[in-house]
T-cell receptor, first 114, second 114 residues
């Protein structure tokens, strides 16, 4: 049973560029959440998708956007990258929003902005 | 969501039980206690959760006080591979539109020593 997968593993971008990160949820899960983890900090919630709609959002600017596909996979897009966007981006999947059960995390994508 | 307080760091001898405390004095009746751990640069790993009864699974035991204001995660026989940051999270129960996000604090860094 495949767990949550994310791609790419690592990514290097320069300021002002745009980036797309991808996530495939755990088999059977239909809800995807995204988190940002800066070095030395705990993960911070960005947003959550269910049925291809954003259902809840954390305190992140509009530069952060997402998408969920009919197969439940998801993308996180970040525009106009800043140095402060350098972080580990984590995807978590769960089942049955809003009866949201335990979230299971992927290995993350390490984004470095130069 | 209620906030949690954890000691920043703890040591444990290999083979001994590791007892990780968490204070959540403002917890509401419909909020669960969740525990995750994060091994360096990996995604958080779900460990266990509970509402008011003590819980046990193959990884750990969770002891919640009767007033639910604190809990303890117990790793019965710690190994070097249990060295990680452990996060205690309080989260609203299923059925609430606010169940999407997990709010991570700084967690407890557990160092298991030979």
């Amino acid at each position: 049973d495949a767990g949550v997968t994310q791609s790419p593993t690592h990514l290097i971008k320069t300021r002002g560029q745009q980036v797309t990160l991808r996530c495939s949820p755990k088999s059977g899960h239909d809800t995807v959440s995204w988190y940002q983890q800066a070095l030395g900090q705990g993960p911070q919630f960005i947003f959550q998708y269910y049925e291809e709609e954003e259902r809840q959002r954390g305190n992140f600017p509009d530069r952060f956007s997402g998408h969920q596909f009919p197969n439940y996979s998801s993308e996180l897009n970040v525009n106009a990258l800043l140095l402060g966007d350098s972080a580990l981006y984590l995807c978590a999947s769960s089942l049955n929003w809003p009866l949201v059960d335990t979230q299971y995390f992927g290995p993350g994508t390490r984004l470095t902005v130069l | 969501d209620a906030k949690t307080t954890q000691p920043p760091s703890m040591d444990c001898a290999e083979g001994r039980a590791a007892n990780l405390p968490c204070n959540h004095s403002t917890i509401s009746g419909n909020e669960y206690v969740y525990w995750y751990r994060q091994i360096h640069s990996q995604g958080p790993q779900y460990i266990i959760h509970g509402l008011k009864n003590n819980e046990t699974n193959e990884m750990a035991s969770l002891i919640i006080t009767e007033d639910r204001k604190s809990s303890t995660l117990i790793l019965p026989h710690a190994t070097l591979r249990d060295t990680a940051v452990y996060y205690c999270i309080v989260r609203v129960a299923r059925g609430s539109s606010n169940t999407g996000k997990l709010i991570f604090g700084q967690g407890t860094t557990l160092q298991v020593k030979p």
